[in-house]
């Protein structure tokens, strides 16, 4: 393992389902900065019923995304707390033009591993994920099954799968992402921060792509 010395500010970036949870929760590990996932953010606020989860557990439901000032102040709550001094990884934030210039304001990017994989191959990994409630870990029922079915070999919670995973959200949430968060992928492009990494391979062989655009990063 190793750790950087200097702070190293990341984000994973691709479609619903494409692997960003699974390659942040690996990448958080190996550098030692936390994922900042907005998503397991957002859903624990409408679990633990905040003023936040109350006002944004409709659009989650639907498959909408929430409005951009509630995002963006979860994320500046977020990113200000100590751990994330030296770096941060997001993980389903920026998605919209809004909150990415939201985010040029709040910070400078290092770079942007941008997840690349088929509509098909998207639905079948949405359909097929299992959560933990507890600590967030994921699974899928094909392509990463736990030791034990049904439970999480982190903490030993019940695994449960997502309202947002049912096929015909998971459907409108690939449709709301073509429309509003794609264009975030040639606007960072044109900045030369991003990097395309090619996602229809197994878990291993996605992370060691990182791995490698990264080491490119630290010369
Ligand atoms: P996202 O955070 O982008 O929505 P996840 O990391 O939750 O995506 O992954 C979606 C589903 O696909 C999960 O069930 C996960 O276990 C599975 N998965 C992730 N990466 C791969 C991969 N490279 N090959 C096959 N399945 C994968
Ligand atoms: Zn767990």
Same mark, same amino acid.
């Given at each position: 393992?190793?750790?950087?010395?200097?702070?190293?500010?990341?984000?994973?970036?691709?479609?619903?389902?494409?692997?960003?949870?699974?390659?942040?929760?690996?990448?958080?590990?190996?550098?030692?900065?936390?994922?900042?996932?907005?998503?397991?953010?957002?859903?624990?606020?409408?679990?633990?019923?905040?003023?936040?989860?109350? @006002?944004?557990? !409709?659009? *989650?439901? +639907?498959?909408?995304?929430?409005?951009? =000032?509630?995002?963006?102040?979860?994320? %500046?709550?977020?990113?200000?707390?100590?751990?994330?001094?030296?770096?941060?990884?997001?993980?389903?934030?920026?998605?919209?033009?809004?909150?990415?210039?939201?985010?040029?304001?709040?910070?400078?990017?290092?770079?942007?591993?941008?997840?690349?994989?088929?509509?098909?191959?998207?639905?079948?990994?949405?359909?097929?994920?299992?959560?933990?409630?507890?600590?967030?870990?994921?699974?899928?029922?094909?392509?990463?099954?736990?030791?034990?079915?049904?439970?999480?070999? @982190?903490?030993? !919670?019940? *695994?449960? +799968?997502?309202?947002?995973?049912?096929? =015909?959200?998971?459907?409108?949430?690939? %449709?709301?992402?073509?429309?509003?968060?794609?264009?975030?992928?040639?606007?960072?492009?044109?900045?030369?921060?991003?990097?395309?990494?090619?996602?229809?391979?197994?878990?291993?062989?996605?992370?060691?792509?990182?791995?490698?655009?990264?080491?490119?990063?630290?010369?």
């Amino acid at each position: 393992m190793h750790r950087l010395v200097v702070s190293m500010k990341l984000v994973i970036f691709g479609p619903p389902s494409a692997g960003k949870g699974t390659q942040a929760q690996k990448l958080s590990k190996q550098y030692g900065i936390p994922q900042v996932a907005t998503g397991d953010l957002l859903r624990k606020a409408v679990a633990d019923k905040t003023p936040l989860g109350l @006002k944004i557990k !409709s659009y *989650l439901d +639907q498959g909408k995304l929430g409005p951009d =000032e509630v995002i963006v102040q979860l994320i %500046k709550e977020r990113v200000a707390k100590p751990d994330c001094k030296n770096g941060f990884l997001l993980d389903g934030f920026p998605r919209t033009m809004g909150q990415a210039k939201e985010l040029e304001r709040m910070t400078d990017i290092d770079l942007v591993l941008s997840i690349v994989v088929d509509f098909e191959s998207l639905v079948e990994r949405a359909v097929g994920r299992r959560t933990c409630p507890k600590c967030s870990a994921v699974y899928h029922i094909k392509f990463n099954p736990p030791m034990n079915e049904g439970i999480c070999e @982190k903490c030993g !919670s019940k *695994l449960i +799968q997502r309202d947002d995973d049912k096929e =015909e959200t998971v459907r409108n949430r690939l %449709k709301v992402y073509q429309e509003q968060t794609a264009p975030l992928v040639e606007y960072y492009r044109k900045k030369g921060k991003l990097v395309d990494i090619d996602g229809s391979g197994g878990i291993d062989a996605v992370f060691a792509q990182m791995v490698k655009a990264i080491s490119h990063l630290k010369k």
